[in-house]
């Protein structure tokens, strides 16, 4: 995909890409995820889209799951010409129903779904009557394996020229081979971890019979992004763009950097209401470590003074957040383009870096039904289309763990390659009821200590998220004999692989007695911490 339909070099260009066409199960995105591991450079499309307009060749098609039926009327269809490109194709469940239905249309209801393990054998041919390379997909694995299923509809025979190259019990068809072209259908799902071999399965497929080379690390990214950037900005071409001090904006910032110099201007927007020093450490970091051009724009007062007395209504805050955000924003920006005019080095700023992940990409193109519309991409960032700036997306092809790894690729401190994702109202979402200078400083100081002791402690990056909350509350409490009324910090921690999900943190209470003591004794203002032991759902990660 490109960027604005100019990108003169996307990854599926120079590298040997595999083609997942997408029928909308939940778990498409991780055959991508698979392949990636195995340095298989791989993208994702919908099921609908149209091989004339694809723009490039892929060396392979992977036809995923899906959860219609194909004899549905209405049931979602590759375009037939996928069989004319002549690479080979791999189908996933209904994948292998799709080719089994336009060879045959042979799929019909089975009497017994199949959900969960379920074990299958292998049926090998040798080199005779199929030449050997049906065998090639279970290759090197032993003939009995563990495989995880999910499906209720099944063959009722094999189309014409394919042979079964793998059962179940209740699947007789759980594995087909065409016998003369490198067409194969899977009946379980080889990317869930419940298929312990299944990495194998999807390398047999990319590496050995799509012959796809297996190049697609950092390192050649790097190298490959820079030089894309370069030649889509040109000699003059200025870009700008929002950093937070998170992995991605700052991994997007660096690489802009190394690509374009100090024609790449960062903005920091200081909104009062980030961690403790935070403005501090992210311009250190950026300019001294990173050698960034950062501009750092202290606002806090004008966000401060418009959350005064705003109490009652959390989605408020975060509106006067964004919408002072996107304000102190373009009048930045204005103000760096002026002063970029005078010098004859650089033209006009034409360019807006956004920080975009693949999973947004997915997200916005996955496909959701047969009526279901496509979603157009929109941008996490959230700034104003009438900033006329064209769109610049270094990290849209990235996971977030290959970020990471991009990240220390680039020389970005591990500290901040590995930072918990902080929302952007900041802490003003963590401070319940109103939003004060002094709540700010108690809800900051009461953070500090309580990540400075999950560090401490080693469990900062086994924790996904974590943040102390200021309660609007007040509770009783004896210090040095005196009765006081104070507040109430709220600890959570929590654990999840996406964000969807999360189960808080079993800290032993050794731990939280020392993070109590330390918060009560050291933040004015505080007599007493309580730790938030609710899962997401019901909770959210975050308070408000
Ligand atoms: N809907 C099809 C079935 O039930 C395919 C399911 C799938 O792809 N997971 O067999």
Not at 185 to 206: C, D, R, S, Y
Not at 298 to 326: C, H, M, Q, W
Not at 434 to 448: H, K, L, N, Y
Request: aromatic share 8%; net charge negative; glycine share 10%.
């Amino acid at each position: 995909m490109a960027t604005d339909g100019s990108d003169p070099i996307p990854p599926h260009k120079t590298f040997d890409t595999i083609l997942v066409l997408d029928f909308g199960s939940q778990y498409s995105h991780l055959i991508t995820r698979r392949l990636r591991e195995l340095n298989v450079y791989c993208e994702m499309l919908p099921c609908t889209q149209k091989l004339v307009e694809l723009g490039w060749n892929p060396k392979g098609v992977i036809l995923s799951g899906g959860p219609y039926s194909v004899y549905w009327d209405d049931a979602p269809h590759v375009d037939p010409a996928v069989f004319d490109l002549d690479v080979p194709i791999l189908g996933i469940c209904y994948g292998l129903q799709e080719i089994a239905w336009h060879f045959g249309k042979n799929v019909l209801a089975g009497e017994k779904r199949e959900y969960g393990h379920a074990y299958l054998k292998v049926d090998r041919h040798g080199d005779g009557e199929a030449g050997g390379h049906v065998d090639k997909l279970f290759a090197g694995l032993e003939d009995d394996m563990e495989v995880w299923m999910s499906h209720g509809d099944k063959l009722s025979h094999l189309p014409d020229d394919f042979i079964t190259v793998a059962t179940t019990s209740n699947a007789p068809f759980a594995g087909m081979a065409h016998k003369t072209k490198k067409y194969y259908g899977i009946q379980f799902h080889p990317e869930v971890t419940h298929t312990p071999q299944g990495k194998v399965v999807l390398k047999n497929f990319a590496v050995d019979i799509c012959q796809a080379q297996t190049n697609w690390t950092m390192d050649k990214f790097v190298d490959q992004e820079i030089e894309r950037i370069r030649k889509l900005v040109g000699d003059k071409g200025q870009v700008i763009g929002a950093v937070s001090g998170g992995v991605d904006s700052t991994v997007a910032a660096k690489l802009m950097k190394e690509a374009i110099g100090d024609r790449f201007h960062a903005v920091l927007v200081d909104n009062g209401v980030l961690r403790l020093d935070e403005a501090k450490q992210v311009k250190e970091t950026l300019t001294a470590g990173l050698g960034i051009n950062l501009t750092v724009i202290d606002a806090s007062d004008r966000f401060l003074g418009r959350l005064k007395g705003v109490t009652d209504d959390p989605e408020k805050k975060r509106k006067i957040i964004g919408n002072t955000f996107i304000e102190v924003f373009q009048e930045t920006a204005k103000k760096i383009a002026e002063d970029a005019r005078g010098s004859d080095k650089a033209g006009d700023i034409e360019w807006l870096l956004q920080g975009t992940l693949y999973p947004d990409v997915i997200e916005s193109i996955s496909f959701k039904g047969p009526s279901a519309t496509i979603k157009t991409h929109h941008n996490v960032g959230g700034l104003p289309k009438d900033m006329n700036l064209k769109l610049i997306e270094p990290l849209r092809e990235l996971f977030k763990d290959e970020v990471r790894e991009l990240g220390k690729n680039l020389g970005i401190p591990e500290d901040l390659v590995w930072r918990h994702p902080f929302p952007g109202p900041g802490i003003a979402i963590r401070i319940l009821g109103e939003v004060t200078p002094e709540q700010v400083r108690i809800a900051r100081e009461a953070d500090a200590i309580f990540i400075e002791e999950i560090k401490a402690a080693g469990l900062y990056r086994q924790i996904s998220q974590a943040f102390a909350a200021l309660l609007p509350v007040k509770a009783v409490g004896v210090m040095g004999d005196k009765r006081v009324h104070d507040q109430v910090i709220a600890l959570r921690a929590v654990e999840t692989t996406d964000f969807m999900t999360a189960d808080w943190f079993p800290f032993d209470g050794a731990f939280l007695k020392k993070v109590s003591r330390r918060i009560v004794n050291e933040v004015n203002g505080v007599c007493r911490v309580v730790y938030d032991i609710t899962s997401k759902p019901p909770g959210t990660i975050e308070m408000e």
